[in-house]
């Protein structure tokens, strides 16, 4: 069982469109993080936040962490050829010192 | 930035071979971590440390093993290669100042067993 939910698995667009990926769970997370892995590397961190209805900003990105912290979105505005990536949704359940538990993924492609 | 560091990064091998995949990290984390990542699945963690001479086996079923005998080096080894070992292995680290959970990924060692 798939303890967090990410949709859409593909996501094909044009250079300047809008997209928003999710994350849903039916548990509470403690904090949750996104991160961004390109082929053949590992995922690099992009953000975490920690606190329900919390939202944060990385340039065009935002982020945003359900009221119930149970989910979180990452909005990307006008989509660059460059934010092609796969993003991965990560939560820690409990106590900050436990460990992530990450969703499959979202593959993004962006063409110019 | 972060500093870990992830020695082979493409190793194609044979069936029967005994390989050590090599991961360090400058950063003095306690914690590491080693997950394999499949083409759309989810990243599995199949073993983790707190700590020198601390390792745990993760949720996958591996048949390898690990060792933490320095702070910088967790190497993960396979005493016997199998096509089924075929996948990217990624070595992680966290501190204890680490907020909230975040890892630091190496680049991953793609395996593949012939």
């Known amino acids: 069982t798939q303890l967090l939910e990410q949709s859409p698995q593909f996501l094909s667009i044009q250079e300047g469109e809008n997209l928003t990926v999710y994350c849903n769970s039916s548990s509470v997370f403690s904090s949750l993080q996104w991160y961004r892995q390109e082929p053949g590397e590992g995922p690099v961190l992009l953000v975490t936040v920690v606190t329900g209805g919390e939202v944060k900003k990385l340039k065009r990105l935002t982020f945003q962490f359900g009221d119930a912290r149970k989910d979180s979105s990452l909005h990307i505005t006008a989509a660059q050829p460059g934010d092609t990536g796969l993003y991965l949704c990560?939560?820690?359940?409990?106590?900050?010192?436990?460990?992530?538990?990450f969703g499959r993924g979202t593959q993004l492609t962006v063409w110019p | 930035e972060a500093d870990i560091y992830q020695t082979p990064r493409y190793l194609v091998i044979g069936t029967g071979k005994k390989i050590t995949l090599e991961c360090s990290q400058t950063?003095?984390?306690?914690?590491m971590y080693w997950y394999q990542q499949d083409p759309g699945m989810e990243l599995h963690l199949i073993h983790y440390?707190?700590?020198?001479?601390?390792?745990e086996k993760g949720d996958l079923s591996s048949e390898s093993t690990v060792s933490r005998i320095r702070t910088e080096h967790f190497p993960l080894t396979l005493e016997s290669a199998r096509p089924s070992h075929t996948s990217q292995y990624l070595c992680?680290?966290?501190?204890?100042?680490?907020?909230?959970?975040?890892?630091?990924f190496g680049p991953g060692t793609r395996l593949t067993v012939t």
């Open positions: 992680a680290s966290r501190g204890v100042s680490g907020r909230a959970g975040e890892q630091y």
């Open positions: 440390s707190y700590g020198v001479n601390s390792t």
């Open positions: 990560a939560g820690v359940r409990g106590s900050t010192l436990g460990r992530l538990y």
């Open positions: 950063m003095g984390h306690d914690k």
